[in-house]
């Protein structure tokens, strides 16, 4: 199983913050975000040499920093998105993977129970997610990854759930078995050759544009069976030069 960061983007919304490097290398709370996300995954018993980074916007400014992972690049990261992108790490998929977001920064209990799930397909939901958007005006609940589960089955998963009616947030964390990845990669090509360069896929978005909870949600609606683990903060997504000014306060936020 390989643990994938996905990191391609610019972050335009951190504006001069991204200038001269990736977002994912923004110093957040006294580091990188970065090096948050490799200390979360070393609670899954990943190293840095485990992962797989890829990579497009100042690629080679994290290469030179952080030599250790394998490195994929995703050269199309101007017209593309989340979905595509970690579509371009497809070999290093057939195992099993967790992948998470590059600009996020969380608790290495995330890792831990998502690791421990023993679904195919497992997402991390984070319940106590609207605390962080109290005062976030560049960042409104109404762009979050919502979902809504039962029991630990998520039954609904979209930006557009009424904020009152869902259970959490998607952090961009997910684990996927070998069983699970390749019904995800099948869907994946399933969906490129039926709607590929349709304007819309979802939600507005075309399926070159589409985000991992496009495809997760279109898979849930076709039966596939989804799971999550909760943690109750101890997340923050960093979008924003705003966010990246909250941060510092967020992260003070007791979390279970």
């Known amino acids: 199983m390989k643990p994938i960061i996905i990191g391609a983007g610019r ?3 951190l504006r001069h913050l991204t200038d001269e490097v990736p977002k994912t290398m923004v110093p957040i709370v006294g580091r990188p975000m970065v090096e948050h996300i490799f200390e979360a995954l070393l609670a899954g018993g990943f190293s840095r040499a485990d992962v797989v980074f890829i990579c497009g916007y ?4 994290i290469r030179r920093a952080y030599p250790e992972p394998t490195f994929v690049e995703n050269a199309a990261w101007e017209r593309n998105n989340i979905l595509a992108s970690l579509l371009c790490a497809r070999e290093h998929l057939t195992g099993g993977f967790v992948s998470t977001y590059s600009d996020i920064v ?3 209990l995330a890792i831990e129970r998502v690791m ?10 984070d319940t106590a997610w609207r605390r962080r958007y109290v005062g976030r005006s560049e960042h409104p ?3 979050a990854e919502k979902l809504c589960v039962e029991g630990d089955r998520v039954v609904e998963l979209s930006r557009r759930i009424p904020s009152e009616r869902a259970t959490g947030e998607f952090i961009g964390v997910m684990r996927l078995t070998a069983a699970g990845a390749a019904r995800f990669v099948a869907a ?3 969906c490129e050759k039926e709607v590929g360069s349709a304007p819309e896929f979802r939600e507005g978005r075309s399926f070159e544009k589409a985000y991992l909870i496009d495809l997760l949600a279109h898979m849930l609606e076709a039966g596939e069976r989804i799971h999550a683990v909760a943690i109750d903060g101890g997340y923050m997504e960093i979008d924003t030069t705003e966010d990246a000014r909250l941060a510092e306060g967020w992260w003070a936020l007791p979390s279970s």
């Not at 100042?58 to 400014?61: M, T």
């Not at 421990?116 to 939901?125: A, E, K, Q």
């Open 106 to 108: 969380y608790s290495p």
């Open 141 to 143: 609940e109404t762009d």
């Open 116 to 125: 421990r799930s023993p679904h195919d397909i497992t997402l991390v939901c």
């Open 11 to 13: 972050g335009r919304r």
């Open 188 to 190: 994946y090509d399933a």
């Open 58 to 61: 100042r690629a080679e400014v």
